[in-house]
């Protein structure tokens, strides 16, 4: 799990970053209104956190936990202020992936935390 989430978490960070960047675009049309400035704010915080993700080499798991939970939240967000019609197969994908990738991170910090605290004296 570790290898394949360190080989990949990168280029999810970008695809997660390109979706919300569609997602904003989309909240914007067809008006500027409250809704469309809610959707491109959130889908902006999470865009900045998901690129402190792609441009570093190391993985820092705790930002990265909060990153792919942040991108998780925005989707929801443009999820909920979407007007479209039937947008299920459009927003899910990106919710779950964030979602299981969060989980991997934290779970990868977790078990560095208890090994950590293993060989401790």
Known sequence: MQSLYLKTRRVISALLAAAL?????????PEWDLRSAITVGSAVTAILLLLAVICSTRAHLAVETVSFLV?????????????????LLLFLPALVVAIAYATIALTLRATKEASRVEDRP
């Open 21 to 29: 960047v569609i997602y904003a675009v989309l909240g914007v049309f």
């Open 71 to 87: 991108a998780a939240f925005a989707t929801a967000v443009c999820w909920g202020a979407s007007r479209l019609g039937s947008d």
